[in-house]
T-cell receptor, first 120, second 113 residues
Framework: AQKITQTQPGMFVQEKEAVTLDCTYDTSDPSYGLFWYKQPSSGEMIFLIYQGSYDQQNATEGRYSLNFQKARKSANLVISASQLGDSAMYFCAMREGVGAGGTSYGKLTFGQGTILTVHP | NAGVTQTPKFRVLKTGQSMTLLCAQDMNHEYMYWYRQDPGMGLRLIHYSVGEGTTAKGEVPDGYNVSRLKKQNFLLGLESAAPSQTSVYFC????????????FGSGTRLTVV
């Protein structure tokens, strides 16, 4: 089974509107972390936001927020007030075994990615 | 600037040729990783290392070998390149398994013809 699933190959949004990029995950580990990365056409991986499985509040970083629904195992990225520069590929990723004695060694598992296009 | 440097940035190989990709980090990170990125598949882990002298297999290790003789360097080798290894390769590093600060290299675009 896929550990990280991004079901939207492509998304379109008008400039200044909000957009939600979906991410669902599968794990039996109680201690895990969820990441979102942005990859513009230049190719570099840019870290956007992190959510730990025990964090009580949803993570926020500027215009980015993570809608964390633990029971549903979803970690959707919300981008508010979209800008033309937000056009890029977006990856959701998970790291398991964060708790004491964990043996994942920090390995990240990535979803397939969502291409976001912001229209003027 | 501190970070992860990958060399080369681009390479074209003929089937059967060998090459080594170098990843160098100057942040004294313990953990290093090699990923490959293919369309529609995200990034997949090839090999990783949790410290100098250690390596382990990831999700897609076949056809690749790695070495970490020095803490700052993580080498990815292709002994006999195949067209299926055409991909973009990323190296990443982090200090430990709980820190969420990963640093990625800028990638190596490899084409095998």
């Amino acid at each position: 089974a896929q550990k990280i699933t991004q079901t939207q190959p492509g998304m379109f949004v008008q400039e200044k509107e909000a957009v939600t990029l979906d991410c669902t995950y599968d794990t039996s580990d109680p201690s895990y972390g969820l990441f979102w990365y942005k990859q513009p056409s230049s190719g570099e991986m840019i870290f956007l936001i992190y959510q730990g499985s025990y964090d009580q509040q949803n993570a926020t970083e500027g215009r980015y927020s993570l809608n964390f629904q633990k029971a549903r195992k979803s970690a959707n990225l919300v981008i508010s007030a979209s800008q033309l520069g937000d056009s890029a590929m977006y990856f959701c990723a998970m790291r398991e075994g964060v708790g004491a004695g964990g043996t994942s060694y920090g390995k990240l598992t990535f979803g397939q990615g969502t291409i976001l296009t912001v229209h003027p | 600037n501190a970070g992860v440097t990958q060399t080369p940035k681009f390479r074209v190989l003929k089937t059967g040729q060998s090459m080594t990709l170098l990843c160098a980090q100057d942040m004294n990170h313990e953990y290093m990783y090699w990923y490959r990125q293919d369309p529609g598949m995200g990034l997949r882990l090839i090999h990783y290392s949790v410290g100098e002298g250690t390596t382990a297999k990831g999700e897609v290790p076949d056809g690749y070998n790695v070495s970490r003789l020095k803490k700052q360097n993580f080498l990815l080798g292709l002994e006999s390149a195949a067209p299926s290894q055409t991909s973009v390769y990323f190296c990443a590093s982090t200090q430990d398994r709980v820190n969420y600060g990963y640093t990625f290299g800028s990638g190596t675009r490899l084409t095998v013809v």
